[in-house]
Each structure stands twice: as C-alpha cells, then as structure tokens.
C-alpha cells in the first residue's frame, strides 16, 4: 500500500469530558474509596487528533459534537494542542462524560462509565465533502459506529474519500460496544476501510480466535492494512492473511492506561503521513503509547511556546 505523503489529517470522533478517578485496590462496596479526581479533556476522536499533532502532523482538524456546556473549554483544550478544531454545537444535548476508574496497581487499568451525550448526535448533516479540502488521510473513530446518525456520518465520509482517492484509517474503540453491534454488522459498515486498529480484545472478538496473531491475519483479509495494538506486548502489523512484522513494546512505568491506544494511533498516523512505512508508524506509535499511559489522562503534554491553532 503506497501512498503518497503529506496533506492534513482529519479526524472525526468524539470530544468528551473525562472525569479521572484513581484508586488503589478494588471499590468499597458502600461507602468510600479514597481517590484523587480530576476533570480533563478527552475522547478517542480528539485525543487521536491531539497526539498526531504532538507527534509532528502540522495540519490536524478534528471533527466532532459538543453540548453548549463545555464548547469553548474543548475548543481551547484543542488549539492548545495545535488540532484546527471543527467542533458543532449542539443546542440540545449536553457534552459527553466519561468517568475513567484507574486502579494505580502495576497495570493502571481502567473501566470507563460513558454518557456519550452530544457526541451520539454527530450525523451525515455535520458531514460536508469540503471537510477533505487538502487532507491526505481520513480517521474515523469506531465510536460513530454506535449510533444511527454517526453510522450514516461514517458511509458518507467513506464515500467522499473514495472519491477524492483519501486512504481512510479506523479503530474499532470498544470491545464492550462492539460486541453489542455485532461482528457481521461491524465488517459490512467498514468496507473499504485502508488501515483498521484494533486493541487485542477488539482483534479477537471480530474474529473469533484467541490468539492476537491469528486474529490480526485473519482481518487483514477483509482491510487491506491492519495494525494490532497489545499494549506492553508492542503491537502486530497484518497484510494479505498474514503477520508481516512484530513491533516490540517500549518499557513504561503505566500511572493511567486510558488513551494509551488513542496515543499509538495519533503517532502511527502523523508517521504515515511523512512517509513513514507502517512498521516504521508503529514503531512510533509504541512509543507514544508508552509516553501515554506515564500520564494521567488521554492527551499529549503540551508542546513549549506552540502557538494555539485558531479554531
């Protein structure tokens, strides 16, 4: 699969608000459990968008739908990061909230208690084929998936791209949601998808095997590129029906997993974007994923002296 580099990315997919709560050890049942919380800016779509303009994208727009309540934070959060944010404002709907639950034991998980909110109303009526004016490659977060209107969206934005010849990229986002969408369903809403990323859960349940290898094989046949990302087991690069290339892992010290995958994903795609072949992408986006999960929250550090991107 050879693209010519350059050109913006776009990013279409969710801007939430993430309420991060971490604790040690399981929940107390009942009363309380000690926990330091904070409120930060997140969501697949945005942090994705984010971390490709940390990791040197120099053009990044992020499509997404926000509630009145909370536009102007994330609309500033963005351009701070340097995405061009295109956010909708919805006159109805309050911003999404998730509430990230972080055991800081030696993994750091976490267990995400999402109110999509606005973010489930982004339809094919936000959707303009002028959006990939000068865009040289298309990410669609698989959140939009789980909603009438953001399916829509996705087959409009998959048929625009087609047409202007943009390589589009999606990730699959929820092992929990998908499983509720269905596998048959979520392959026919894919179709003609050039790089799928999948979590190893994700990989697994599309397929029906156990094994991450076999699984990321096995969707190769159905995406032309797909790129498996197993968190400290590195990440898998698929072509064709078969494994071409295993990238090792960058050792962490995890504080918070969430938008680790987020993370990897905005690095592979600002690699692509400069040329880069796609074991070379994941190399990097291992990297960022192990920068990723050092942090609380799903966003870059900001940059020294970058300028905010006017909106």
């Not at 984010?50 to 994208?57: I, L, N, V």
């Not at 698989?142 to 943009?166: D, I, K, M, T």
């Amino acid at each position: 699969m050879t693209v010519a580099p350059g050109g913006a990315l776009l990013v279409v997919g969710d801007v939430v608000t993430d309420v991060v709560a971490r604790h040690r050890g399981p929940l107390a049942a009942g009363t309380d459990t000690a926990a330091s919380v904070r409120r930060l800016p997140g969501g697949a779509g945005a942090n994705v968008a984010c971390w490709a303009a940390h990791e040197g994208c120099g053009d990044v727009r992020l499509l997404g739908r926000v509630g009145a309540d909370a536009s102007d934070w994330h609309e500033r959060e963005l351009a701070a990061c340097g995405v061009r944010p295109l956010l909708v404002v919805d006159a109805t709907a309050p911003t999404g909230t998730v509430i990230c639950l972080v055991d800081t034991g030696a993994a750091a998980e976490r267990t995400f208690l999402t109110d999509s909110g606005a973010s489930l109303r982004i339809g094919p009526d936000d959707w303009s084929d002028t959006l990939l004016d000068g865009v040289g490659r298309l990410h669609l977060s698989g959140y939009l998936l789980f909603s009438e209107p953001g399916r829509a969206l996705v087959s409009a934005a998959l048929a625009s791209a087609r047409a202007r010849g943009v390589q589009v990229s999606l990730d699959p986002a929820s092992a929990g949601f998908l499983a509720e969408l269905g596998v048959g369903r979520f392959l026919g809403l894919v179709e003609g998808v050039d790089v799928l990323l999948p979590s190893r859960d994700e990989a697994c349940l599309l397929t029906g095997l156990s094994d991450a290898a076999d699984a990321a094989a096995k969707l190769s046949r159905h995406v032309p590129l797909v790129v498996a990302k197993l968190g400290a087991d590195g990440a898998l690069v698929a072509r064709s029906g078969a494994v071409s290339a295993r990238v090792a892992a960058v050792a962490a010290a995890p504080r918070d997993s969430t938008g680790a995958g987020d993370a990897f994903t905005g690095a592979f795609l600002a690699a692509l974007l400069t040329g880069a072949e796609p074991e070379e992408a994941a190399a990097a986006g291992c990297r960022a994923g192990a920068r990723a999960v050092e942090r609380v929250g799903g966003r870059p550090p900001r940059a020294t002296g970058r300028r905010p991107v006017d909106g």
